[in-house]
């Protein structure tokens, strides 16, 4: 049986450069390296697509938001279409890439309102991106969520258990058009259990 050759130079680029990114950096209240949280939403992508702009994409979807990395150095390094996936991906308030600030929780509504109205908008390449960072987020909420209980939302800036549902589930409408996946089914279900 012949292996069939698959060009991961973007993915494999990618991933080295998420990895620096992140570099000495922890999940926050997770006890373990970020990095993992990019590799788990890449593994996600990869059970929706094989294209190497969208797993590169998923590995790097934090980058700017939460590392000194910027778009335009990401578009000098993987082009234009991985630069602006990243972007899309980003939290951003007013078009502006939110990096955190004393006001986090201010703001927390206003982020969180307009991040599902452009992913309602967005493209059917960014919602697989999103979808990735989204189901690797409500993983680690479900899995908390099954030790902790309800002391699980002490750990976020916004503490108010229907808050994060009203966001979840917010999420989950504007990624509707990927209902058809696996990576969505889990998505819905993960919800309804944490929140039920």
Not at 8 to 17: E, H, Y
Not at 86 to 99: I, N, P, R, Y
Request: net charge negative; glycine share 4%; proline share 1%.
């Amino acid at each position: 049986m012949a292996n069939k050759y698959l060009d991961t130079d973007l993915l494999d680029r990618a991933i080295i450069f998420a990895v620096k990114a992140h570099h000495n950096t922890e999940r926050r209240g997770k006890g373990f390296p970020y990095i993992v949280h990019p590799m788990e939403a890449v593994e996600i992508v990869a059970t929706m697509t094989s294209d190497q702009e969208l797993l590169a994409a998923a590995a790097l979807h934090d980058a700017v938001e939460d590392t000194d990395v910027t778009v335009e150095q990401l578009r000098a390094a993987f082009g234009d279409r991985v630069a602006e996936l990243v972007h899309a991906e980003s939290d951003q308030l007013d078009g502006q890439v939110f990096t955190g600030a004393a006001n986090e929780a201010e703001t927390w509504h206003q982020r969180k309102q307009a991040a599902i109205d452009r992913l309602a908008m967005a493209s059917h390449d960014a919602k697989i991106v999103a979808m990735g960072d989204k189901l690797s987020n409500m993983r680690a909420i479900w899995r908390d969520y099954q030790m902790k209980g309800d002391e699980l939302w002490q750990i976020f800036h916004v503490k108010d258990q229907a808050s994060h549902e009203w966001h979840y589930r917010g999420l989950a409408a504007s990624l509707k058009e990927l209902e058809d996946t696996f990576a969505y089914r889990e998505f819905v279900r993960l919800i309804d259990e944490v929140f039920a």
